[in-house]
Nanobody, 124 residues
Framework: QVHLVESGGGSVQAGESLRLSCSAS????????MGWFRQTPEKEREFVAS????????KYTDSVKGRFTISRDNDKKTTTLEMNSLKTEDTALYYC?????????????????WGQGTQVTVSS
């Protein structure tokens, strides 16, 4: 079993910041790329950011480039999403995910373990 637990969501005003964290555990955990996705009731789950196992490759969806920063600590089995200059359109349920491989990926099918999600609400 692999368990991913997100934390750090909340309600903020537009322009403010939030820091999401994801902690991985489980006896079958294997090192791999990690990613963040988000979903609203109106949309399918969409890619936000991904970081390779080594941390050397990072990908972002265009709408968050320059505002969000993904990082990871392999020793602690954690990944973090620093979100700055938040906009109302960033409002969503944010999911942490563990990839099937070491390379960063923006494909939802490339992830086989998911957390329960943490809600981010940005108001104007």
């Amino acid at each position: 079993q692999v368990h991913l637990v997100e934390s750090g969501g909340g309600s903020v005003q537009a322009g403010e910041s939030l820091r999401l964290s994801c902690s991985a555990s489980g006896h079958t955990f294997r090192p791999a790329a990690m990613g963040w996705f988000r979903q609203t009731p109106e949309k399918e789950r969409e890619f936000v950011a991904s970081i390779s196992l080594s941390g050397g490759t990072i990908k972002y969806t265009d709408s968050v480039k320059g505002r969000f920063t993904i990082s990871r600590d392999n020793d602690k089995k954690t990944t973090t999403l620093e979100m700055n200059s938040l906009k109302t359109e960033d409002t969503a349920l944010y999911y942490c995910a563990l990839a099937r491989w070491a390379d960063a990926s923006d494909w939802v099918g490339g992830y086989d373990h998911w957390g329960q999600g943490t809600q981010v609400t940005v108001s104007s």
